[in-house]
């Protein structure tokens, strides 16, 4: 059976949000997650559906691409099918035909899971690897302590709260109220949960989303900040440590993130939240002018 490639539409992405909670696993290299399309999902339902493509064998999803931002393309495979032939020939092909559609011309990254054949096979066109990112872990089996602030779960009617630490931690961010109702009517959030952290004064100071992806499965952190009037008092960890314990309610077996390993800052307050950085992620990249 050939390879079939294309877009879902909004009525089928339940269909690749389902196939991305099955293909967790703790025991494999940190993927594409449920929470990823949900955090897209802030820009609605038809924005997620135009960014998300699949490719199927006999009308099984094998792999799971998200457009995440001009010429990013995220890439998620089955983990029976990462040593896939045909689908790793079909993936090569769709990324380098400008015609296909997938990316535009110009510098495009692409993401894929480390040991996955498709990987093999840029390398091989002369793609090359990008900036190394840390994929950070923690475990969820003994109880998580308490992180020591205040910290309240943002609701609908809360929403102003969360946006406006979004903005206040992260450069360039026009996150608002409007964009967080978008995200909670996605499907992901259904398993998802916005800690917010005040400090003894009631402000709010740092927030995170956090989503499961069922239960025994790993949770994610997307996205996690403080403050910038409110950073190195601790509540970086302390929030952290909170997005641990909520994803411990909802039954994760752990909690993953990922930030580039330059930014040494996020890498100290995971690993001082309990979390473990495992082996180095980056992305393949080429330029415009190796096309
Ligand atoms: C990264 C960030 C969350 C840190 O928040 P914070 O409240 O300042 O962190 P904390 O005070 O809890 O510090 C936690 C640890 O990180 C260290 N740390 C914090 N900022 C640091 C920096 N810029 N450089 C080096 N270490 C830093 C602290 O020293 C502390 O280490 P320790 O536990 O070994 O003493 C904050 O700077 C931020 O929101 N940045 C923008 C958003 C962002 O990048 N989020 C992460 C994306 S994945």
Redesign the pocket.
């Known amino acids: 059976m050939a390879i079939v490639s294309g877009k879902l539409g909004v009525d089928g992405l339940s269909e690749a949000v389902g196939v991305l909670r099955e293909w967790q696993n703790d025991g494999a290299p940190m993927q594409l997650h449920p929470g990823d399309l949900g955090w897209f999902w802030r820009s609605g339902a038809e924005a997620t559906a135009a960014a998300v493509r699949t490719w199927s064998r006999d009308g099984q999803i094998l792999a799971v691409g998200l457009l995440d931002g001009p010429g990013l393309l995220r890439l998620t495979i089955a983990p029976d099918a990462q040593r896939d032939e045909e689908l790793a020939q079909r993936l090569l092909e769709d990324v380098t035909e400008p015609e296909c559609g997938v990316l535009p011309e110009g510098r495009v990254n692409i993401e894929a899971p480390m040991g996955a054949l498709v990987q093999d096979l840029l390398f091989e066109d002369g793609w090359n690897a990008d900036e190394p990112w840390a994929p950070l872990r923690r475990d969820l089996t003994d109880p998580v302590k308490d992180p020591g602030v205040r910290i309240e779960l943002v609701g609908p009617e809360r929403a102003h709260v969360f946006a406006a630490v979004h903005r206040a ?3 360039g961010s026009g996150f608002t109220a409007e964009r967080w109702h978008a995200m909670a009517a996605g499907l992901p959030y259904a398993d998802a949960r916005c800690p917010v952290a005040r400090d003894d004064q009631g402000n709010a ?2 927030a995170v989303t956090v989503w499961s992806a069922g239960p025994g499965r790993p949770g994610l ?1 997307e ?6 009037e ?11 440590v909170a997005a641990a314990a909520a994803l411990q309610e909802l039954g994760s077996s752990s909690a993953v ?3 580039p390993s330059s ?4 890498v ?6 309990g979390f473990q950085q495992g082996p180095e992620i980056r992305d393949r990249y080429r330029e415009a002018q190796d096309v």
């Open positions: 931690a992260f450069v100071v740092a952190l996205p996690m900040g403080v403050h910038r409110h950073r190195r008092h601790g509540y970086g960890e302390a929030i952290t993130v990922c930030t930014h040494a800052g996020a100290a307050t995971y690993k001082s939240a």
